[in-house]
C-alpha cells in the first residue's frame, strides 16, 4: 500500500518548511492555507479546504498557537480517530497552562496527537540544511510517522512521550529567547545571558515537572537545544522582540515583528499567575511578565534580576 | 488433615452443576460464564504462552522470575499453603537449566494453568437469585435486627433504599449494557464498596458484573461463597511474578472481549487520604482497551463503554486505618492491609448500626458514559465527536482503515483515560454533610495554628476549639458556595446536605463521628466545639480540597490554601 499524502495546515514559512521536507522524503504533501503565499510544486498540492486533508493520515498544525482552537474545530468534522495531529505552536492554554495537543484533543475527534519542539527551523526545512528537533508523543505510531513523513539525512528527529514537558519546554524557551533578546538590547554580555539562560531553564524545569513533564524534556532538544538555536542567532523573531522592548517601542510595532509578541505575552501571565498559584519560586518568568506588559519598566527589571540573592545551584 | 481443613477454607465452595438452570436469551453475559469458564481458562494458558514462549530467553527469564518471586513469598509466608508449593517451585528452579525448550513451555502451561484456575471466578444463578432476596434482607438485619420483623410483614426493605442512594444517567446506562460491555470505573473508599455497588446495580436493574477482589478478601468462607459465585475473580496481590501478571491482565481482557461487564477499581486501592483519587493508573481496566481492538480485528464491533462512579460515604468504615497509614506515608507499603476494620466483625456491625440512622449515608453517583477513546456517548451507544457527529471507535485502533492490536498504541489510550476519569471523578463527587463539617472545623484548626506544618497540626489534639456559633455559620456558606459549583456543572451535592439546617447537619455530623468511630473526632463543649482527632478531620474534609479555594471567605482563604497546598497523594 502506498504511503498516504501529509497534511499541512499553515502556508506560512514553517508550513512550507514542513511541505518541503515532506517533499524530500518521497511522499506528497497537501497544503491548506488561507494565504498560501507561493505556488505549489509536483509533491505539494495547495488544497483549497480543509475537507481535503482527510485523505492524510498526519496532518501538521503550522499556524500561530491562538488560531489553532478554531483550525482544529474547522478540520475535525472531517476527520476520526485514525488520523495524526501535530502542531508546532507554542504556547499554553488555560489556567493550568495545558499544551496544544489537549486543545487538538477537545476540538477533534483524534487522540492520536503531537507536538513537534526543538531547533527545527523553517529556512533549514526549506533549503534542506542540516537541522533536527524531537516529536513528542504518547503514541510510538505518531512518532514513527513523523520520523518517516519529514527525517531524513537533513532532518534528524529524536523523539520522546513527555508531551507536557516538551510543549511547555518550547513555550518556555519562546519566552527566554525574548527574555535574552531584551538582556542584548540592554547591553548585557555573554556571561550574563548565559546566567538568565540557565537559571529560567531551571525554573521552566521545575514547573514542566509541577505540570506531570521530566526534567530531562528540559535539558534536551526542546529545552536547552532550542534556546541555544535562538542565542546562536538563528533569526527568529522573539529575539527582536525582546530587543525592541529594551528599547520601548510601542506595542504595535513590536507587534509587526512577528505574531509571536502577543502570544508570549499571554503565555508570560499565564505561567507567572500558575506559579503565583501552586506557589512555585520562579523569578527569572515573573520578572519576564512584568517586563513584557510593561508593569515595571525595563531596567528596573534587570536590576532586579541581577541582584536577586545567589542560591545554590 | 490440617491441610484439608485449609483447603476447604481457602477455595471457595460452588454448587453441583448437573441441575443448575440454563441461561435464557437476553440474560446478562455472566449467565454463561460456567458453560464458558474452561474455554476461558484453556485460553488464559494459550495467549500466556504465546506471549512468553515464543522467545526462549523470554521463556526461560520468566520461568525463573516466577520461581524465585514465588521462593520468596512463600519462605516469609511459611503456612501450610506455602509448604506445599514451596518444595515444587525449588524443583522447578533447580531443574530450569538443564530442560529443553519443550519441557520449559509445558512448566509454564501447567504453572499458568494453576494461576487462572485460581484466579477464574464462577457464576451461579441460583447463588445470584439467592443473593437478589437475601442481600437486601442480610445487610438491612445487620444494621437494624430489631426492624426486620417489621419489614418482613411489611414485605419491602425501604431502609436500605433510603440508606444508599443512587444518582446519575441509570435509564442510559440500562440501555447501554444492552448495546455494548459495561467497564465501571468507581472511586474506591472501602471494602464496602464492591458489596454496596453490587447491591445498587441489582436494585437498579442494571446486570452484574465482573471484578477482581483482593484474595484477602476471601477468607472468611461465606463471603468468599458470595463472591466467588457471584463472577468475581481472584486476584492475589501478594505474588509479583510477571507470569501471574499475565495471566492476571489476560482473563480480564478475556472476559471484556467477550463481553463480561466489568468493575475495576483504577485508584488501584482504597484511597488513604480520603482524597478523590487523581493520578489514575488504570491497571486491570487498560485491559478493556486491549479487549476492544482485539474484537475489532476480528470483526466483532461490539463497543465497550467506561463509567466512572464515586461512592461517597457519610462514614468510612476503615477510616481510622486508613488515615494513619496515610500519615505514616506507609500507603505503598502496607498496599494490603489485612488488620483494618474490614476484618472486624464489632466494626462493621458498629458501623451498620450508625448507619443505618442516616439517610442517604452513602451516595453512589454513576457519572456519563465514555468510549475507551474518552469520547461521549449518546443514548444508542455511538462514540460522538466535539463536532456533535459520531465517530467509529474502530478508526482508533485502525491505520489506514485496517483495525489491528498494539500494547504501545493502547497503552497510549489507556493513559489518556486515566485522565479522563480522574477529571470525571472531580466533576461527579457528592460533597456529604459530614465532610463539609469536617473541612470547616479542620480549616479553622489550620487558622488558629498558622505556623505549625501538617504533622505537629496533627498533633493538637483537644487544644482548638471552634464556636458553635461560628461553625454553623461557615458550614451555611460553604454550603451556598457549593450549590454555586453545583450549578455551574462542577461538582454535587449530597441530599442531606442540600435539605437539612446547618444547625443540624453539625449536630448531626457530631453525633455520627460519635457513635461509630472509636476516637472522638470533635466534641461540644459549652459554646464551642472541641477538636480532638485531627486525623479524622482530615480525612473526611479532605475529599473537598478541589474546592477548597472557592469555599473559603477573605479571612478564611489563607488557611483553606494552606491546606491545598499540604496536599499530598490520593
Redesign the interface.
Known amino acids: 500500500?502506498s504511503a498516504?499524502p501529509v497534511g499541512i495546515i499553515g502556508g506560512g514559512n514553517f508550513g512550507w518548511g514542513l511541505a518541503h521536507a515532506v517533499e524530500r522524503a518521497g511522499r506528497q504533501a497537501l497544503l491548506w492555507s488561507r494565504r498560501p503565499q507561493r505556488a505549489g510544486t509536483e509533491h505539494i498540492d495547495l488544497v483549497s479546504g480543509p475537507a481535503a486533508l482527510a485523505e492524510a493520515?498526519l496532518i501538521f498544525f503550522a499556524v500561530p498557537s491562538p488560531y489553532v482552537a478554531s483550525i482544529a474545530?474547522e478540520l475535525?468534522?472531517y476527520l476520526?480517530?485514525?488520523h495524526f495531529l501535530v502542531h508546532i505552536s507554542r504556547g499554553v492554554v488555560g489556567d493550568d497552562l495545558h499544551g496544544l495537543t489537549q486543545v487538538l484533543?477537545?476540538?477533534?475527534?483524534c487522540?492520536?496527537v503531537g507536538a513537534l519542539a526543538g531547533p527545527l527551523v523553517a529556512e533549514a526545512l526549506i533549503t534542506g540544511a542540516p537541522s533536527g528537533g524531537v516529536v513528542a508523543?504518547?503514541?510510538?505510531?505518531v512518532r514513527a510517522a513523523v520520523r518517516e513523513a519529514i527525517g531524513g539525512p537533513a532532518v534528524r528527529l529524536y523523539s520522546t512521550?513527555d508531551v507536557t514537558g516538551a510543549e511547555f519546554a518550547s513555550t518556555a524557551v519562546g519566552l527566554f529567547a525574548t527574555a535574552i533578546g531584551f538582556a542584548q538590547g540592554h547591553g548585557l554580555g555573554p556571561a550574563a545571558q548565559a546566567m538568565l539562560a540557565t537559571r529560567a531553564m531551571a525554573e521552566a524545569a521545575r514547573i514542566g515537572v509541577a505540570l506531570g513533564g521530566k526534567h530531562e524534556t528540559f535539558m534536551g532538544l526542546a529545552g536547552f537545544g532550542d534556546l541555544m538555536a535562538a542565542v546562536a542567532g538563528d533569526d527568529r523573531p522573539e529575539l527582536a522582540i525582546g530587543r525592541a522592548i529594551a528599547e520601548n517601542q510601542p506595542l504595535e510595532e513590536i507587534g509587526s515583528i512577528g505574531g509571536t509578541y502577543f502570544e508570549g505575552l499571554e503565555s508570560a501571565g499565564r505561567i507567572a499567575a500558575y506559579t503565583r498559584r501552586?506557589?512555585l519560586y520562579a523569578p527569572v518568568i515573573t520578572l519576564c511578565a512584568a517586563a513584557f506588559a510593561r508593569e515595571i519598566p525595563a531596567g528596573e527589571a534587570v536590576a532586579a534580576l541581577m541582584s536577586r540573592e545567589a542560591g545554590e545551584e | 488433615m490440617r491441610s484439608f481443613v485449609h483447603r476447604l477454607l481457602t477455595r471457595p465452595l460452588r454448587l453441583p452443576a448437573v441441575l443448575g438452570p440454563k441461561p435464557q436469551p437476553g440474560d446478562p453475559q455472566i449467565f454463561r460464564f460456567n458453560g464458558e469458564r474452561e474455554q476461558i481458562i484453556a485460553e488464559v494458558v494459550r495467549r500466556t504462552e504465546q506471549h512468553f514462549a515464543a522467545d526462549p530467553k523470554k521463556l526461560l527469564y520468566v520461568l525463573n522470575e516466577a520461581g524465585h518471586a514465588e521462593i520468596r513469598r512463600l519462605a516469609a509466608q511459611g503456612d501450610a499453603e506455602a509448604d506445599q508449593a514451596l518444595g515444587s517451585w525449588r524443583r522447578l528452579v533447580k531443574r530450569l537449566g538443564k530442560m529443553s525448550d519443550e519441557e520449559r513451555a509445558e512448566s509454564l502451561r501447567s504453572i499458568t494453568r494453576v494461576m487462572a484456575e485460581d484466579i477464574a471466578g464462577n457464576f451461579d444463578p441460583r447463588v445470584y437469585k439467592l443473593a437478589t432476596r437475601l442481600v437486601p434482607g442480610v445487610l438491612t438485619a445487620v444494621m437494624n435486627p430489631m426492624g426486620l420483623p417489621t419489614q418482613l410483614l411489611s414485605g419491602g426493605f425501604s431502609q436500605l433504599d433510603a440508606l444508599i442512594s443512587a444518582e446519575g444517567p441509570l435509564d442510559k446506562l440500562r440501555r447501554l449494557a444492552q448495546k455494548g460491555t459495561l467497564v465501571l470505573v468507581p472511586t474506591h473508599s472501602s471494602n464496602l464498596d464492591s458489596v454496596a455497588l453490587g447491591y445498587v446495580l441489582m436494585r437498579e436493574n442494571l446486570p452484574p458484573v465482573v471484578y477482581g477482589a483482593g484474595k484477602n478478601l476471601f477468607s472468611n468462607p461465606l463471603i468468599s461463597f458470595f463472591m466467588h459465585n457471584l463472577g468475581a475473580y481472584r486476584v492475589d496481590r501478594r505474588v509479583s511474578a510477571l507470569l501471574y501478571k499475565e495471566a492476571l491482565k489476560t482473563y480480564s481482557c478475556l472476559m471484556i472481549e467477550r463481553g463480561y461487564h466489568s468493575l475495576f477499581f483504577p485508584g488501584g486501592t482504597r484511597s488513604r487520604s480520603g482524597m478523590i483519587e487523581r493520578r489514575l493508573k488504570l491497571g486491570l481496566a487498560g485491559t478493556a482497551v486491549e479487549a476492544f481492538s482485539r474484537n475489532q480485528s476480528r470483526g466483532l464491533h461490539r463497543p465497550v463503554f467506561f463509567v466512572p462512579a464515586t461512592l461517597n460515604y457519610a462514614l468510612v468504615l476503615e477510616a481510622e486505618t486508613l488515615i494513619e497509614d496515610h500519615l505514616k506515608g506507609a500507603g505503598q507499603a502496607r498496599y494490603i492491609i489485612d488488620d483494618d476494620e474490614f476484618s472486624r466483625v464489632d466494626r462493621i456491625y458498629a458501623f451498620m448500626t450508625k448507619l443505618v440512622t442516616l439517610r442517604s449515608a452513602l451516595v453512589v453517583r454513576f457519572g456519563d458514559a465514555m468510549d475507551p477513546?474518552?469520547?461521549p456517548v449518546d443514548d444508542e451507544g455511538r462514540s460522538i465527536?466535539?463536532?456533535g457527529?459520531p465517530?467509529?471507535?474502530?478508526?482508533?485502533?485502525?491505520?489506514?482503515?485496517v483495525p489491528s492490536i498494539?500494547p504501545?498504541?493502547d497503552?497510549?489510550?489507556t493513559?489518556?483515560l486515566g485522565d479522563a476519569i480522574a477529571r470525571e471523578y472531580q466533576r461527579e463527587t457528592v460533597i456529604i454533610w459530614t465532610q463539609l463539617v469536617a473541612h470547616v472545623l479542620y480549616r479553622y484548626l489550620v487558622w488558629a495554628t498558622p505556623e505549625l506544618d501538617l504533622f505537629s497540626r496533627q498533633r493538637r489534639r483537644g487544644e482548638v476549639a471552634m464556636p458553635r456559633e461560628q461553625l454553623v455559620r461557615e458550614v451555611a456558606e460553604a454550603r451556598e458556595r457549593l450549590l454555586q459549583a453545583e450549578a455551574e456543572g462542577r461538582v454535587h451535592v449530597g441530599p442531606v446536605l442540600r435539605s437539612q439546617s446547618p444547625e443540624r447537619i453539625v449536630s448531626e455530623a457530631l453525633s455520627a463521628w460519635r457513635d461509630y468511630h472509636t476516637k472522638v473526632v470533635a466534641r461540644e463543649v459549652g459554646d464551642d466545639v472541641l477538636i480532638e482527632d485531627p486525623n479524622l478531620l482530615l480525612f473526611y474534609q479532605n475529599r473537598l480540597l478541589p474546592w477548597a479555594e472557592e469555599l473559603a471567605t477573605e479571612e478564611t482563604l489563607a488557611a483553606a490554601r494552606s491546606i491545598v497546598?499540604q496536599g499530598g497523594k490520593a
Open positions: 500500500m498516504p493520515e474545530r475535525g468534522v476520526d480517530g485514525g484533543r477537545s476540538e477533534t475527534p487522540r492520536r508523543s504518547r503514541f510510538p505510531e512521550d501552586v506557589k | 477513546f474518552c469520547n465527536a466535539p463536532s457527529q465517530v467509529d471507535p474502530g478508526s482508533y485502533v485502525s491505520r489506514r482503515g498494539d504501545a498504541r497503552a497510549g489510550y493513559r489518556e497546598n
